[in-house]
Each structure stands twice: as structure tokens, then as C-alpha cells.
T-cell receptor
Framework: SQKIEQNSEALNIQEGKTATLTCNYT??????LQWYRQDPGRGPVFLLL?????KEKRKERLKVTFDTTLKQSLFHITASQPADSATYLC?????????????FGQGTELSVKP | DTAVSQTPKYLVTQMGNDKSIKCEQN?????MYWYKQDSKKFLKIMFS???????INETVPNRFSPKSPDKAHLNLHINSLELGDSAVYFC?????????????FGPGTRLTVL
């Protein structure tokens, strides 16, 4: 069956460290993968997109990698800050894309302690 | 200035009632979506409309009926509400076909069925 999975357990790290979140998928052929941030009581907000032919993408303190052999994307936040605390969702867009359909993982809650 | 707005923010109602949630986007996008986020934070697509035409209809009970009067609006009507309908419902919009399908989410409507 098709699955997209993220670390279900919350990730707690110290301020200044690098947070690494994992997104694994099975039985999909993603055209690309997106990462969103969701704060409590709010809708998800788009952060980064990486295409199947890209290995890595960066935006300020954020870095995303995409390994289609391992069927995995890693999301890194360097020099993390308490303001980075939120739930992070990965979402993939299948190659057979039906009108923009996104398939989301269940999200990983990140807590950055001062 | 709000890109995607939803009303109401909270909805508390009794089982068996009929209710509607409204969504509007001012981004000029051609595609709008409804997602359901359950208590485990899993975000799942329900419907999408492209230029007022239904293009994605996931396995959703037919008590849920979306309506798109124009491409800037997508409303969700729910008949005969059940306890299991309690969740947060998010509206989103995107411009498909530009190679990213980045979605912009509304703030969510928390529906509680008693």
C-alpha cells in the first residue's frame, strides 16, 4: 500500500542545534516533495519544495534533501531557535498528479528549548 | 489582506444538524481544496475544484457537498452531522500547472459535533 511517514514522536532539541526531520514514502513516484510548517490553531504554511531530480535545496537556515533511491526526504533546521517550534509536515505530489493533489505525512512536532 | 479566509473559525453543533463552512481566496488561484485534519493531526484531502469544476473527490460520505459559485469561493455543506465529523477543516488554494502546486491554507474551522 502507499504510505508517507514522518517521525511520529516529538523531537526535542536545544537551541542552537540542528534539527533533522525525516519523511519516508513507499509505493509512490513523487514528482516533487514539499515541506510545510503548522503552528497550533493555524493552517500549514509552505516552506520549501524539492523536485525528484534535485538532491538538495536550501533557504536561509532550512535545508531539504531528497533521495529517490532511499525514498526519503530529510528536513534540516540549522542554528535552531525556540521560534522554530511547530509541527512540520511533508507532502508529496505524485507523478500522476491529479489536479494538484498533495499527500501529507502525519507531521513531526519540533520543540526547541532555550 | 488575508489570502485564504474561512468562516466560521469555530462551529459547535448537535448531531443530525446541517452546517456550512465558507472559504474565499483573493490570490487569483484557479484551484481550491478542502482538507480534513483529525485529532492525530493527519491532513487528508477531501475535494478540489478547478475553475468551479470538481476534479478531486476522495472517498468522502455524500453528506459532504462542496459548492463553488466562482473560482474565488469554495463552500462545504455537511448534512446530518455525526460525531466522527468532528475535526478541523482547512480550505486551501493553488495555481496548478506552474510546476510547484504550492498550496495556501486558510486558518481552519474547528467543527465539534456533540
Amino acid at each position: 500500500s502507499q504510505k508517507i511517514e514522518q517521525n511520529s514522536e516529538a523531537l526535542n532539541i536545544q537551541e542552537g542545534k540542528t534539527a533533522t526531520l525525516t519523511c519516508n514514502y513507499t509505493n509512490y513516484s513523487p514528482a516533487y516533495l514539499q515541506w510545510y510548517r503548522q503552528d497550533p490553531g493555524r493552517g500549514p504554511v509552505f516552506l520549501l519544495l524539492i523536485r525528484e531530480n534535485e538532491k538538495e535545496k536550501r533557504k536561509e537556515r532550512l535545508k531539504v534533501t531528497f533521495d529517490t533511491t532511499l525514498k526519503q526526504s530529510l528536513f534540516h533546521i540549522t542554528a535552531s531557535q525556540p521560534a522554530d517550534s511547530a509541527t512540520y509536515l511533508c507532502a508529496l505530489v505524485p507523478i500522476y498528479n491529479q489536479g494538484g493533489k498533495l499527500i501529507f505525512g502525519q507531521g513531526t512536532e519540533l520543540s526547541v528549548k532555550p | 489582506d488575508t489570502a485564504v479566509s474561512q468562516t466560521p473559525k469555530y462551529l459547535v453543533t448537535q448531531m443530525g444538524n446541517d452546517k456550512s463552512i465558507k472559504c474565499e481566496q483573493n490570490l487569483g488561484h484557479d484551484t481550491m481544496y478542502w482538507y480534513k485534519q483529525d485529532s492525530k493531526k493527519f491532513l487528508k484531502i477531501m475535494f478540489s475544484y478547478n475553475n468551479k469544476e470538481l476534479i478531486i473527490n476522495e472517498t468522502v460520505p455524500n453528506r459532504f457537498s462542496p459548492k463553488s459559485p466562482d473560482k474565488a469561493h469554495l463552500n462545504l455543506h455537511i448534512n446530518s452531522l455525526e460525531l466522527g465529523d468532528s475535526a478541523v477543516y482547512f480550505c486551501a488554494s493553488s495555481q496548478i500547472g506552474v510546476g510547484t502546486d504550492t498550496q495556501y491554507f486558510g486558518p481552519g474551522t474547528r467543527l465539534t459535533v456533540l
